[in-house]
């Protein structure tokens, strides 16, 4: 496509389901990151993929958060045990090598009620 | 640890002067800054770049400013249109940093 997207664009789940939240980068683009967005805040790093392997996870909060790209293009964030701190905005964006600009998708609104 | 900080929560212009939007940062390895917008309910769009071998970038009514010694970068836009009111986010990175760091955001209002 000709841009990123990413599904569902809302989800409300309830405290302890797990949810996973899906990324289509653009089309040749290598580098994948997902970001997390706190109502004020700046986009926050979670991990990011160089083709299908994750280059960097380190800003995973905790080993309920996990996220794939088995094939270098289409990744899924995986989140078990949900809890209501999880809430936020979560983006994905892509470049084309990794140290350039990336581009975001409209991201994924998750409500953990 | 906030290593890209937007001191200024806020801003209101009129339209058709200048909009001034800055940000500093304390990590002296970045080298790659980038200015983002973003609308409600859209994810940040990328708007202008700067490497850190320049101090100035322009395109079109936006311009980057670098100042690697005060750690400092800003955002000029001339002249400010209504459509420019959004939240702008500034982004610095490094070569094998992997990631982005962002600031809090400002959000500008344009009126008209």
């Known amino acids: 496509g000709a841009g990123v997207s990413q599904t569902p664009s809302n989800k409300v789940t309830e405290k302890g389901k797990y949810v996973e939240l899906r990324c289509d980068p653009i089309?040749?683009?290598?580098?994948l990151y997902w970001y997390r967005q706190s109502l004020g805040q700046g986009p926050e790093f979670l991990i990011y993929?160089?083709?299908?392997?994750?280059?960097?996870d380190s800003g995973l909060p905790n080993d309920r958060f996990f996220a794939v790209r088995p094939e270098g293009s289409v990744s899924t964030l995986k989140i078990q045990r949900t809890e209501r701190g999880d809430s936020a905005v979560y983006l994905c964006?892509?470049?084309?090598?990794?140290?350039?600009?990336?581009?975001f998708g409209q991201g994924t609104r998750l409500t953990v009620v | 640890d906030q290593q890209v900080k937007q001191n200024s929560p806020s801003l209101s212009v009129q339209e058709g002067r200048i909009s001034i939007l800055n940000c500093d940062y304390t990590?002296?390895?970045?080298?790659?800054f980038l200015w983002y917008k973003k609308y409600p309910a859209e994810g940040p769009t990328f708007l202008i770049s700067?490497?850190?071998?320049?101090d100035k970038n322009e395109d079109g009514r936006f311009t980057v400013f670098l100042n690697k010694s005060a750690k400092h970068l800003s955002l000029h836009i001339v002249p400010s249109q209504p459509g420019d009111s959004a939240v702008y986010f500034c982004?610095?990175?490094?070569?094998?940093?992997?990631?982005?760091?962002f600031g809090s955001g400002t959000k500008l209002n344009v009126k008209p």
């Open positions: 982004a610095a990175s490094a070569e094998n940093f992997n990631k982005f760091y």
């Open positions: 089309s040749g683009h290598t580098a």
């Open positions: 993929f160089q083709g299908t392997g994750a280059a960097d």
């Open positions: 964006a892509s470049s084309q090598t990794g140290f350039t600009e990336a581009f």
């Open positions: 700067i490497s850190s071998i320049k």
């Open positions: 990590n002296s390895m970045f080298d790659y």
